[in-house]
């Protein structure tokens, strides 16, 4: 069973950065497509970020220009580099893997959290204002 663990996360002020990294166990990483979601308090978990295997990058409006998503598959890997952060971005971030999927998935698939078998325990970022 693949195991997801997240590290990065805490608390800043609001333009400041965080990066968070997701470290997957299993032989298989660059098979699967990688996604980032958020819960924030009181509200349903959103699609944040997501790669396929080949590397499309897909993004939530709300984030698009101020977070970068990136993979290591020689390391299984996955990095969410988020700048410019504001007090909205607060929320537990997971880190996410597909099943071994095609080699390209459109924004929409990647988006939905139905595709994805494995999840983190999550890190928790607080941005403060």
């Known amino acids: 069973q693949v195991q997801l663990v997240e590290s990065g996360g805490g608390l800043v002020q609001a333009g400041g950065s965080l990066r968070l990294s997701c470290t997957a166990s299993g032989r298989t990483f660059s098979d699967k497509a990688m996604g980032w979601f958020r819960q924030a308090p009181g509200k349903e978990r959103e699609f944040v970020a997501a790669?396929?295997?080949?590397?499309?990058?897909y993004y939530a409006d709300s984030v698009k220009g101020r977070f970068t998503i990136s993979r290591d598959n020689a390391k299984n890997t996955l990095s969410l580099q988020m700048n410019s952060l504001k007090p909205d971005d607060t929320a537990v971030y997971y880190c996410?893997?597909?099943?071994?999927?095609?080699?390209?998935?459109?924004?929409?698939?990647?988006?939905?959290?139905?595709?994805?078998?494995?999840w983190g325990q999550g890190t928790q970022v607080t941005v403060s204002s």
């Open positions: 996410s893997q597909t099943p071994r999927i095609a080699f390209f998935a459109s924004r929409d698939y990647l988006a939905s959290e139905k595709v994805y078998a494995a």
């Open positions: 790669i396929s295997r080949g590397g499309e990058i």
